[in-house]
């Protein structure tokens, strides 16, 4: 969400003299929002709909994966890397998507109605 979303939400408040215990309207995104890199850690999604993070000083892959819900290891293979130790600032790292579950499939024969 944007601060001008947010602003937008709440025409009757103030950025500027926002208050403690103040209450603010903040909609649910109706939509996956995509933000683009700036070159601070935030992600962005390409043009394949593949996210893409942005290192930043601090970053470690572990802490990455983490917020994203997958392995280091699995951020290292999607990015070629020989060691999950090893990432730099501005480095662009893509980010696999966890694929859903599978959906069950019924393997049980139809069945066969009783002989007359």
Known sequence: MTVKAIQDANPGVDPLKLQLGKKIVISAPTAAPVVKANGTG???????GEVIYVVK???RLEVIAKK?????????????????????????????????????????????????
């Open 42 to 48: 935030a992600p962005s999604v390409d043009a394949t």
């Open 57 to 59: 000083s601090g970053d």
């Open 68 to 116: 994203y819900g997958i392995t280091a290891k699995a951020i290292a293979d999607a990015n070629n890397l020989k060691t999950v130790n090893k990432i730099v600032v501005g480095q662009k790292l893509k980010i696999p998507v966890k694929a859903p579950p599978p959906t069950p499939v019924d393997t049980a024969p139809p069945a066969v109605p009783p002989a007359r």
